[in-house]
Nanobody, 123 residues
Framework: QVQLVESGGGSVQAGGSLRLSCAASGYTYTSYSMAWFRQAPGKEREGVALIDDYGGTVYAASVKGRFTIPRDNAKNALYLKINSLKPDDTAMYSC?????????????????WGQGTQVTVSS
C-alpha cells in the first residue's frame, strides 16, 4: 500500500525559499515516477514538477528555473526545492506517485497521493 506524507510547508515572505519533503513507503520507490502538484483556493490542481524512475525531470513553465525536484532513492524521499517564492506560489502542495516511467504532469495519471502541505507566500 503506497503511503506518501508531505512536510516542510509554511508561511514565508516573497523572495524566500522552502524545501518540501515527501516520505514514501509501502512500495518499491525506485520503480515509480514521482511528482509535485499544487492547488490554490478556487483553482484547478496544477502540475509543478515530475521526476521519473530514471531521474529525468519535467517542470511546469511557471516554475522552471525556481523549482527543483530531487529524489533520494536510498531514503525513499522526494523533495521540492523552491527559490524566489512569489505570492502566486501560495497553494497546497501534494506529492503523487505512479508506477513506471512517466513524463506528463497530469494529475489524473497519478494513482497515489499524499495529504499535502500548505505553502503561503506574503508580499
Amino acid at each position: 500500500q503506497v503511503q506518501l506524507v508531505e512536510s516542510g510547508g509554511g508561511s514565508v515572505q516573497a523572495g524566500g525559499s522552502l524545501r518540501l519533503s515527501c516520505a514514501a513507503s509501502g512500495y518499491t520507490y525506485t520503480s515509480y515516477s514521482m511528482a509535485w502538484f499544487r492547488q490554490a483556493p478556487g483553482k484547478e490542481r496544477e502540475g509543478v514538477a515530475l521526476i521519473d524512475d530514471y531521474g529525468g525531470t519535467v517542470y511546469a513553465a511557471s516554475v522552471k528555473g525556481r523549482f527543483t525536484i530531487p529524489r533520494d532513492n536510498a531514503k525513499n524521499a522526494l523533495y521540492l526545492k523552491i527559490n524566489s517564492l512569489k505570492p502566486d506560489d501560495t497553494a497546497m502542495y501534494s506529492c503523487a506517485a505512479r508506477k513506471g516511467w512517466w513524463s506528463l504532469l497530469r494529475p489524473e495519471s497519478f494513482d497515489s497521493w499524499g495529504q499535502g502541505t500548505q505553502v503561503t507566500v506574503s508580499s
